[in-house]
């Protein structure tokens, strides 16, 4: 049977049947078996090293395939929550995906990207996320192995990991095979393309697990550090003004660890120098522009990386301006000071005074006037009125909210400063 279903990107097409079909095939691993034993998770039991473990939501049955009206890449994911991984501590390495449905035999082969990512929130787009494998698998009807191309993806029982896979396929092909059990919602129908958002499969009217599986404790080569936790730092901050934020994770093998910050600018930190396994790592970024910007850091051992962590985000916002007061120095008939803008952006319109107190001033007591501009980091000069008098005095010179003193000794038409 087909059914369409309208989509913000036009339809879905899906193959479906009420006929339950068992399709899993195993021929890649030797002397195993499958022993259930809960609805989320089972083990298949081997004396091969290689075998993995898997967890899943599916019932192991292929009933469904799923495929892009118009055609394109079609993502489809699960999440493993701190509920699935509860007392593992270990590495993804492989990925067990049914393509197609062995009731509609004749799906061609499709080319696919294979993804893993640290989160509650899936990643904004799947090509983002850590790409564990890529490949075509060719014209089957029948779960697919991804074995991982360059390391396994750590994770520990506290992590919520979602696992996904991308099929580039044409239009009138269904590359997605899933069962039609009661979904586990939020965790086991998750779907993503160009131009949509990400949606379950129940949200559409067609309640089923995806056939897709995730293997673990393959055993054998030495394994990433675990994917580290957001950074922690501020929150908030100015442009101009450097902010540090720190990450920490640990390595299976207790390996030094490099840690890599994403500033979310365009820039990085570059890979920090080793640091032990559990030790924090600590980096500093200055922004120069305003905005949002979401730090992520990743972390590698001397054979692999980890994935990329969930984001921090601190909102960066224009310092006004903050002005201070230099040197104050008398001369013939005046005063005069150094105002000076130490924020980010111009200071406009800064009003300033000058004035005496004590001994006997005749002329020239208080001066008072504005400052139309003083650039980011520049400076202007204040000049008092012509002053005439005698005796100690004291000279307070303000700007904006900024307010300096100096001692002083009028001697008839010449200000005296130290």
């Known amino acids: 049977m087909c059914a369409t279903v309208l989509s913000v990107a036009g339809t879905i097409n899906i193959n479906g049947s009420d006929k339950a079909v068992k399709a899993v095939s195993e021929t890649s691993l030797s002397n195993s078996d499958i022993k259930w034993i809960t609805s989320s998770k089972d083990v298949i039991e ?3 090293l290689n075998a993995p473990t898997w967890l899943h939501y599916d019932d192991g049955t292929a009933e469904n395939g799923l495929g892009l009206t118009a055609g394109g890449v079609l993502w489809e994911a699960i999440k493993l929550t701190p509920t699935e991984l509860a007392g593992i501590n270990d590495a993804f390495c492989c990925i067990k995906v049914m393509h197609g449905c062995p009731l509609y035999p004749g799906t061609p082969a499709s080319a696919y990207s294979a993804f893993m ?16 494998g890529t490949g075509t698998c060719p014209a089957i009807d029948d779960y697919w192995y991804i074995w991982f191309n360059a390391t396994s993806y750590a994770f520990v029982e506290t992590d919520t990991v979602w696992v996904g896979v991308g099929w580039t396929h044409a239009a009138g092909t269904f590359p997605c095979g899933f069962d039609t059990g009661s979904c586990i919602a ?10 949509g958002s990400w949606t379950e499969l129940n949200a559409i ?25 957001a950074p ?19 390595d299976p093998e207790l390996d030094p660890i490099s840690y890599l910050f994403t500033w979310d600018d365009g820039t990085d930190s570059g890979w920090l120098a080793e640091i032990p396994s559990g030790a924090t790592a600590t980096a500093s970024h200055t922004w120069t522009a305003a905005g949002s910007y979401d730090i992520t850091v990743k972390a590698k051992d001397a054979t692999g990386e980890s994935g990329v962590s969930a984001a921090h985000t601190i909102v960066i916002s224009v310092a006004p301006p903050t002005i201070e007061i230099g040197a104050i120095t008398g001369g013939l008939f005046k005063v005069k000071a150094v105002v000076k803008n130490n924020g980010a952006v111009a200071a406009t319109n800064v009003s300033w005074g000058i004035d005496l107190a004590g001994g006997i001033i005749l002329l020239g007591k208080t001066s ?9 980091g520049g400076t202007a000069t204040i000049t008092s009125k012509m002053i005439v008098g005698f005796g100690k005095t004291v000279i307070t010179v303000t700007a904006d909210t900024a307010s300096k003193t100096q001692d002083a000794t009028v001697l008839l038409i010449f200000i005296k400063t130290p």
Request: aromatic content about 12%.
């Open 368 to 376: 008072s006037g504005t400052i139309p501009t003083i650039a980011a």
């Open 117 to 132: 990512y640290t989160g509650t929130s899936p990643p904004s787009d799947p090509s983002t996320a850590t790409i564990v």
């Open 205 to 229: 009217g067609y309640p089923g697990n995806w056939n897709l599986w995730a293997g673990y404790g393959c055993g054998g080569g030495n394994l990433p550090p675990v994917t580290p936790g």
């Open 186 to 195: 939020g965790k086991s129908d998750w779907l993503w393309y160009t131009g």
């Open 46 to 48: 081997t004396s091969s």
């Open 232 to 250: 922690a730092g501020p929150t908030s901050g100015s442009v101009g003004v450097s902010y540090s934020f720190t990450a920490t994770t640990t």
